[in-house]
């Protein structure tokens, strides 16, 4: 198995400086590769594929990875991502582990594996939040770094105030836990407009950019037309 040379990355920015924040590589098939052999083949390729690219970035640029819990929990899984990290010299905190909140809260085994991936030097991000069934108990979890917003949040807030609001009150309350607070679907000017007036500067989405070939991540910039510093 290889990964193909046009493998994609969705990259999230900081919406004040334009600086690249995260490459989420878009690995929607993993779920069918059933051989956990096969898997670990797989995301050792594309830690090896990417890592170029982020060494052009910056030292902060982080590969994000969505994985399931059947995956992630499979034995020395981590291990394995780890080993492929150290190969490529590449540090452990930058490969952003993305688990779906849905997952965390209906699995007993979900604070387990946070704290397995936190131990392995991991930075851990919870997706989908606020997509479903929000338990914002994991916003004190201590070994979550990054909250992404569920991009159906972001699709109507420039009409909502009640979710611009609640978007206002999020931020504040994951800076005061030193928490990131990514934004995903900023998908118009529209967008930006109302999400920079609440606070959060970490936005994914259409308007950001994306997805990206690996030689594309060094030269990234933000999709909007002519970048302005907000705020």
Known sequence: MSLKSDFRFLPACDIKSGKLIYAE???????AIGSPKDKAILFDQLVDQVASGLAITGPDTRLAINLDFPTISQADFLDQLRNACDKQEL??????????????????????????CHSAGFHVAVDCFLGDDASFSILSHPHISTIKV????????????????????????????????????????????VLAELGPRYFQGDFVGGPLATLELGDFRPAFASFTRVG
């Open 91 to 116: 540090d452990a905190k930058r490969v952003q582990i993305q688990l779906k909140e849905p997952e965390l809260v209906t699995n007993e085994a979900g604070a387990s594996v946070v704290s397995s």
């Open 25 to 31: 590589a878009l690995t929607s098939g993993v779920a």
């Open 150 to 193: 569920d991009q159906s949040v972001t699709a109507d807030i420039h009409e909502c105030p009640i979710k611009q609001s609640f978007i206002k009150g999020l931020f504040s309350l994951s800076e005061s836990l030193e928490k990131q607070l990514v934004i995903s679907g900023v998908n118009s000017e529209e967008h930006v407009a």
